[in-house]
């Protein structure tokens, strides 16, 4: 259940919030929902978010419209 809240605090609210662009976060929440199967103990999980993080922060944030 942790790697699932996890999953929700670091990538499901930020995008529902907008912070995330929409391909993005759906690529993201992806690649962190098949880390959680593959380790249940979470360490593919805690490298999946970190490059999920490093990426969400290289990326230029677009203007609000």
């Given at each position: ?27 993201a ?11 249940p ?18 990326t230029?944030?677009l203007?609000?419209?």
């Amino acid at each position: 259940r942790a790697n699932w809240r996890r999953i929700m605090e670091q990538v499901l609210l930020p995008a529902l919030d907008g912070a995330l662009p929409a391909d993005f976060a759906a690529d993201a929440l992806l690649q962190a929902r098949l880390a959680a199967q593959k380790d249940p103990d979470g360490d593919a999980l805690d490298r999946t978010l970190a490059a999920i993080a490093a990426r969400r922060d290289a990326t230029p944030r677009l203007a609000a419209e």
